[in-house]
């Protein structure tokens, strides 16, 4: 079947702009995760939801970082008054549920400008 | 913050020759996986190893996990070109102990396959 896939690809703003990234994950996953890998790193952890409910926000970075999947489907996240250092890949994962393996998607490179 | 580290942070080698690259950790886990990253963009899951298990295999990968020194060791065998990517081990746990759901990853061990 399809894995993950977010939407953009590719996103260049401007300092300052709100920005949206989609995720769609694999169908019947209950769990979508998100991350953030910097050039050089490792992804790092910013937020999980099993459902439709954030079950651990704890590595977002600020307020600015919000994310939502208000089905328990398709999730999105979302970062206002972008600033250069949130330039970076930000990667989206399902799994069927905890302690699984989890799938990743191809990414959404965003740079600030 | 990273819980594993892989090493080392590169490795160079010849098709047909085996790759090995190891990735310690610092406290209990759960399970402990593999992946693959080409380019710096979407990552592969190649093995997932419980803390129960101590070897598992899939194809030319071979994995083996060690609680008692907080390591694993990732072996590719009679590698090719393709092989060449970023691998990462991710853990389970933190260094303030296990967190459901999230994954620790290391910086990466970069593997250069030579044809």
């Known amino acids: 079947g399809a894995g993950v896939s977010q939407t953009p690809s590719n996103k260049v703003t401007e300092k300052g702009k709100y920005v949206e990234l989609r995720c769609d994950p694999i169908s019947g996953h209950t769990a979508l995760y998100w991350y953030r890998q910097s050039l050089g790193q490792g992804p790092e952890f910013l937020i999980y939801?099993?459902?439709?409910?954030?079950?651990?926000d704890s590595g977002l970075p600020n307020d600015r970082f919000f994310a939502v999947r208000p089905e328990g489907s398709v999730s999105t996240l979302k970062i206002q008054r972008t600033e250069r250092g949130d330039s970076a890949v930000y990667l989206c994962a399902s799994s069927p549920g905890l302690n699984n393996e989890q799938f990743f998607g191809p990414g959404t490179r965003l740079t600030v400008l | 913050s990273q819980q594993g580290e892989e090493d080392p942070q590169a490795l160079s080698i010849q098709e047909g020759e085996n790759a090995t690259m190891n990735c310690s950790y610092k406290?209990?886990?759960?399970?402990l996986q593999w992946y693959r990253q080409n380019s710096g963009r979407g990552l592969v899951h190649l093995i997932l190893i419980r803390s129960n298990e101590r070897e598992k295999h899939s194809g030319r990968l071979r994995v083996t996990l060690d609680t008692s020194k907080k390591s694993s060791s990732l072996l590719i065998t009679a590698s090719r070109a393709a092989d060449t990517a970023s691998y990462f081990c991710?853990?389970?746990?933190?260094?303030?102990?296990?967190?459901?759901?999230?994954?620790?990853f290391g910086r990466g061990t970069q593997l250069t396959v030579w044809p």
């Open positions: 406290t209990s886990i759960n399970n």
């Open positions: 939801f099993q459902g439709t409910g954030a079950a651990d």
């Open positions: 991710a853990t389970d746990a933190g260094w303030r102990g296990s967190t459901l759901g999230r994954l620790y």
